[in-house]
């Protein structure tokens, strides 16, 4: 049995082989090199035929004026006002960078708290309820955006964690 086993991969190998080898396309490459050859002839008839336009090609920008070349004078003013347009921009997102946060309120404090203990809640009976998600609806009204993405990280990272199961139809608030 093993014997015939041996015999019958051995052939089937080996014919494999030899078939493979008698299909085998043609070692040559003449098509391939002509047809190269073609396409760089087209490609220099091509170059040939641009390089006398692309010396003669010229500033596709207008000036003001409408007269043929660039007003030295507009482009430099107009640069001018660009960059100092960003850099106003710029200068403006700077400062509101460095100004603090404006401190919560009590009321969105209170709401805080409130969501804090809903997740815990949550995360002791393992589960988000539909009345759990209610509740996380009014608490989020409540609250200014920095402690609204506090409180809803918290939450995805229990629920990720598998901390608590999501039992709502819908979003979880």
Same mark, same amino acid.
């Given at each position: 049995?093993?014997?015939?086993?041996? @015999?019958?991969?051995?052939?089937?190998?080996?014919?494999?082989?030899?078939?493979?080898?008698? *299909?085998?396309?043609? *070692?040559?490459?003449?098509?391939?090199?002509?047809?190269?050859?073609?396409?760089?002839?087209?490609?220099? !008839?091509?170059? &040939?035929?641009?390089?006398? !336009?692309?010396?003669?090609? +010229?500033?596709? #920008?207008?000036?003001? &004026?409408?007269?043929?070349?660039?007003?030295? *004078? %507009?482009?430099? !003013?107009?640069?001018?006002?660009?960059?100092?347009?960003?850099?106003?921009? =710029? +200068?403006?997102?700077?400062?509101?960078?460095?100004?603090? &946060?404006?401190?919560?309120? *009590?009321?969105?404090?209170?709401?805080?708290?409130?969501?804090? =203990?809903? #997740?815990?809640?949550?995360?002791?009976?393992?589960? %988000?309820?539909?009345?759990?998600?209610?509740?996380?609806? =009014? #608490?989020? +009204?409540?609250?200014?955006?920095?402690? +609204?993405?506090?409180?809803? =990280?918290?939450? &995805?990272?229990? #629920?990720?964690?598998?901390?608590?199961? @999501?039992? @709502?139809?819908?979003?979880?608030?």
């Amino acid at each position: 049995m093993k014997l015939l086993l041996l @015999v019958t991969l051995g052939l089937g190998g080996g014919l494999g082989f030899l078939a493979g080898r008698g *299909t085998a396309p043609e *070692t040559s490459h003449d098509e391939l090199l002509s047809l190269l050859t073609q396409q760089g002839t087209q490609l220099a !008839a091509l170059e &040939a035929r641009l390089g006398s !336009a692309s010396q003669q090609a +010229r500033c596709a #920008v207008a000036s003001p &004026a409408g007269a043929p070349g660039i007003d030295a *004078t %507009w482009l430099q !003013a107009e640069l001018s006002r660009i960059l100092h347009e960003e850099l106003g921009s =710029r +200068r403006e997102e700077e400062k509101q960078a460095r100004t603090p &946060a404006p401190e919560p309120s *009590t009321e969105s404090l209170m709401a805080l708290q409130e969501g804090h =203990r809903l #997740v815990d809640e949550a995360s002791s009976a393992r589960r %988000w309820r539909e009345e759990d998600a209610h509740a996380m609806r =009014r #608490v989020l +009204r409540g609250l200014n955006s920095a402690q +609204r993405d506090e409180l809803m =990280r918290r939450f &995805a990272v229990l #629920v990720n964690a598998g901390g608590i199961d @999501v039992q @709502v139809r819908g979003p979880p608030f």
